[in-house]
């Protein structure tokens, strides 16, 4: 079903046909958005990525014409051919970017038909997420997403003229290469000509990049794919893209300097806003401390305090303990929520819960100054005062105060301050907060496995002025890492490299790697750094969540073409999904039951 269309040039996209043409004619082509039938005339609303034009086909023109006008349907794929006229002054649509024009048509084929769609294809109609997703390529007409998606090419247009006029070379590394289990999960590739053994897809070009840096390729950049096997969490897909580059002979300014220009025209030549800079520095432990995050969102206050001192000899045994223990006590000011019902207080509870902490206290400050609180017993009238006083309590403000570890306090207050700073409405999308955080742990200890693991990754450089601290403390050496973050998402982040192979074998001792084992996961790296390293070093940013926050999208799927949903699943193409057992065979691969073993 479907004519042809021969001997019919599309002369216009639908919005290119503008008021100089009146009197011309025009051949447009596209979807049909919606028909109406007024008896003696029809209206075709015609769409395609530009937007709508309207096209008439007049009951006195050709009766084929009129009677194959009369079979049109939502989501026909037509060719119309005719003049471009003025609408009557009483018919124009000033919400239409075409709205004071409209083509008599002369010629109409039906170049294919359409079923009814699940949904519509409106800017802003209500649908569910799994619908939009089974029909991503219905959903993909819809204006809103088709935006997303030019935003997305646009940025990655400046982003390659911007670097490619800044020296770098844009260089393609493998998708296959080998499993280096140092972080997330591998995706496995197994290799039908070498029976039994696998590639892996890549969490990140990072090897590479260093070695191209070691093969004096200077500045390298690519808009990279990459692929992590993890459980996802809430706005995590498991292939996702890349600004990624690499530049040798730079320290931790360099690099900052060249990206924040990048982001500075990213954003001017895509949206048209002017980013300030340079950007705001704050370091790893003033971003805990004052916001409870590594990627704090500084466009509103409400920042931890530390109370410990104040409450420290306090018989409350939950302050009580997490201070002896080495913890600390602190809270947040959410200012004018003394008011909020006992219910609601009880679900803020609730959700720090799932930040590991025990509960959360808290002390509402009512109209005439006077104090409700649940630990008011331990303490004297005198020393609540002095706990409201620290936190510049007034009245109407209601206090929340968290005890634990302090990994547990700033990950419950941190996620607390956000959560509030939602329902209090206290944030703009379009404020765009640019923050550099510096100076970050080079190591964490896995509690689990009873060592250091790396807080980046293990070819991260330490700070100069920390590395005698290798061998006395390692767990307080800092790390030339730096993370840019947008609106309390981290953006991208990277590191000064280790280019030193004295400081790099005493990397991999820390973290519990043997010479052996280094040499097994990444000996080609290591070989390489015998023949000449230069300094370098290297940033990487998520252009899903750039491309998200730049669009005022709620989640990176929005500007994804064909994402997948929570359980890595594709609902378009049912992937992943069984395969023959003779490609199997080829692969020398057997499916095992695990209930069965």
């Not at 104040?310 to 002896?324: C, L, M, P, Q, Y």
Request: negative net charge.
């Amino acid at each position: 079903m479907g004519e042809s269309m021969s001997g019919l040039k599309r002369s216009h996209m639908c919005c290119d046909v503008t008021e100089s043409m009146v009197g011309s004619e025009v051949t447009v082509m596209g979807w049909v958005q919606r028909r109406r039938d007024l008896g003696q005339l029809i209206f075709i609303a015609l769409r395609d990525r530009t937007g709508i034009i309207q096209a008439v086909v007049d009951g006195t023109s050709e009766e084929e014409l009129f009677k194959k006008a009369e079979t049109v349907r939502s989501e026909y794929v037509l060719a119309i051919k005719g003049k471009v006229a003025a609408r009557t002054p009483e018919n124009i649509n000033e919400n239409m970017k075409t709205g004071k024009i409209e083509i008599i048509a002369e010629e109409l084929r039906i170049l294919s038909e359409s079923e009814t769609p699940p949904f519509q294809i409106e800017e802003s109609i209500n649908v569910n997420d799994e619908l939009r997703l089974k029909y991503r390529y219905l959903d993909l007409r819809r204006p809103n997403i088709y935006k997303n998606i030019v935003l997305r090419h646009k940025v990655c247009q400046v982003t390659r003229k911007f670097l490619s006029d800044e020296g770098f070379l844009e260089i393609e590394t493998p998708m296959l290469t080998k499993s280096t289990p140092e972080g997330a999960r591998d995706y496995l590739v197994p290799s039908r000509v070498h029976p039994g053994k696998f590639y892996a897809l890549p969490q990140s070009p990072q090897l590479f990049k260093q070695l191209l840096m070691v093969s004096g390729m200077d500045r390298y950049f690519q808009i990279a794919r990459c692929f992590r096997d993890e459980d996802l969490r809430a706005d995590r897909q498991p292939e996702f893209t890349q600004i990624d580059m690499e530049l040798s002979f730079v320290e931790q300014e360099d690099i900052m300097d060249i990206n924040e220009r990048l982001i500075k025209t990213v954003f001017k030549e895509v949206l048209g806003v002017d980013v300030k800079t340079p950007f705001k520095r704050m370091t790893w432990k003033e971003g805990m401390e004052r916001f409870g995050s590594d990627k704090p969102d500084t466009r509103f206050g409400m920042e931890l305090k530390n109370i410990s001192d104040i409450v420290k000899d306090t018989e409350f045994g939950v302050f009580k303990n997490a201070i002896s223990s080495g913890g600390s006590v602190r809270a947040i000011n959410a200012e004018g929520c003394g008011h909020m019902p006992r219910k609601q207080i009880d679900k803020l509870v609730e959700f720090v819960k799932t930040y590991k902490a025990k509960g959360l206290a808290w002390i509402a400050v009512n109209d005439d100054g006077s104090i409700k609180s649940q630990i008011t017993k331990f303490f004297t009238p005198e020393k609540m005062d002095e706990i409201v006083k620290a936190m510049n309590g007034k009245p109407g403000d209601l206090i929340l105060i968290c005890a634990d570890k302090d990994k547990v306090v700033f990950d419950s207050l941190g996620a607390l301050r956000l959560e509030m700073a939602k329902r209090l409405n206290l944030t703009n999308p379009k404020d765009y907060n640019f923050l550099w955080i510096t100076e970050f742990p080079m190591l964490e200890w896995d509690e689990e496995e009873n060592r250091f693991v790396a807080e980046h990754h293990p070819f991260t450089s330490p700070m100069d002025e920390d590395l005698d601290l290798l061998d006395t403390n390692p767990g307080a050496v800092r790390a030339k890492a730096y993370d840019m973050v947008l609106n309390g998402i981290e953006l991208g982040g990277g590191s000064i490299r280790i280019h030193r192979s004295d400081i790099q074998k005493k990397m991999f001792h820390i973290i519990g790697l043997s010479d052996e084992t280094a040499n097994e996961k990444f000996g080609y790296l290591l070989e390489a750094f015998k023949y000449g390293v230069p300094p370098h070093g290297g940033l990487a940013f998520g252009l899903d969540r750039l491309v998200m926050l730049m669009c005022g999208a709620s989640t990176i799927r929005d500007v994804i073409a064909f994402p997948k949903v929570k359980d890595a699943t594709c609902l378009l193409t049912d992937a992943p999904n069984t395969v023959d057992q003779s490609q199997l065979d080829e692969l020398s691969i057997c499916i095992v039951n695990k209930k069965e073993h």
